[in-house]
């Protein structure tokens, strides 16, 4: 049973939760550091959290292989401790959120796991559906929609339309005394697929996805 502030503890008992607090502090700015060495890189479905995916990818380019759309690529000497390691550049080539997650199933290592998980509102999802790796984020200043000193805004929904989950993860809002809208992200829905970066006509993209950090 746990004791209260105010009751006397033993010198042992004392040192032991100084030593737990310090071992937890510690292993944060280990996590921070090690996984703050190199880019952010947005991984392939289903990846553990980036240190406990750095410490079990192997780096032998299984769900490399095992991309239908050759969508996962390799880090290079940039990337620090993550050299060597699966990401995907939206840009190029998103992912398209496979059906089966071939990726996830050649991973022998389990760096990469079947995605599962259960919403705020008790829902429970897996799959695809499940997949979170990262959030899609609307560049104003890019984007086609909102009007700026050098161009006036105009329609445009391909973001929303490519989206595998429209109307839900991404949609059209438009804000009061505006007519044209504006796509809008919902964080809770967005797989970070990247098929609206992918999309976007514009250049550099309007849409951007940041990578997950747990």
Request: glycine content about 8%.
């Amino acid at each position: 049973m746990a004791k209260k502030l105010d009751e006397p503890q033993e010198r042992g008992d004392f040192f032991k939760s100084l030593g737990t607090l310090f071992a937890g502090f510690v292993a944060n700015r280990i996590e921070e550091a090690v996984t703050g060495l190199g880019p952010k890189l947005l991984r392939p479905p289903g990846a553990l959290d980036e240190l406990a995916f750095l410490t079990k990818c192997t780096r032998c380019d299984k769900c490399m292989r095992a991309c239908p759309e050759n969508a996962i690529l390799k880090a290079g000497p940039t990337a620090g401790l993550a050299l060597g390691t699966p990401y995907l550049d939206p840009r190029s080539v998103p992912c398209f959120l496979c059906t089966t997650l071939p990726c996830v199933a050649e991973c022998e290592d389990e760096a990469l796991v079947w995605p599962r998980l259960v919403r705020a509102d008790g829902t429970e999802l897996e799959g695809p559906r499940a997949v979170r790796m990262g959030t899609a984020r609307v560049k104003p200043g890019l984007c086609a929609t909102w009007g700026t000193l050098d161009r006036e805004a105009r329609a445009c929904r391909v973001c929303v339309d490519r989206c595998p989950y429209p109307e839900e993860a991404l949609r059209m809002v438009t804000e009061e005394g505006e007519a044209i809208p504006h796509p809008v992200v919902d964080a809770d829905i967005c797989t970070g697929c990247g098929l609206c970066v992918f999309a976007c006509p514009a250049e550099p993209a309007a849409i951007v996805v940041e990578p997950r950090r747990d």
